[in-house]
Nanobody, 124 residues
């Protein structure tokens, strides 16, 4: 399976962006799709994830109330709507897919396939 992340760009603080993660090769059915991000000089960190079947979601405390993950079954695509962006949200954002129980969704090792990343830059 190949994942294609897109939608990154430059935005001012307080603005919004929507990232997309499209899969080719198979559907997301039965899998979890997560978003992670990596700022310069920092480790990759969990942002949010969704179970394709059922729609259960989890999110990091740092993005709760600002970021929303959703899916479009017809397009086999997961979206990350990011509102009220802050300069500290600046990072390369990666989507990933894998299997696992909900308590492991924040762990990198729970994901088998990763997209190439899309850069989000938030200016102050």
């Amino acid at each position: 399976v190949q994942l294609q992340a897109s939608g990154g760009g430059l935005v001012q603080a307080g603005g919004s962006l929507r990232l997309s993660c499209a899969a080719s090769g198979r559907t997301f059915s039965g899998y979890v799709v997560g978003w992670f991000r990596q700022a310069p000089g920092k480790e990759r960190e969990f942002v949010t994830a969704i179970r394709w079947s059922g729609g259960n979601t989890v999110a990091a405390d740092s993005v709760k109330g600002r970021f929303t993950i959703s899916k479009d079954s017809a397009k086999n695509t997961v979206y990350l709507q990011m509102n009220s962006l802050k300069p500290e949200d600046t990072a390369v954002y990666y989507c990933a897919t894998g299997r696992g129980i909900i308590s492991t969704w924040s762990q990198l090792r729970s994901y088998d396939y990763w997209g190439q990343g899309t850069l989000v830059t938030v200016s102050s």
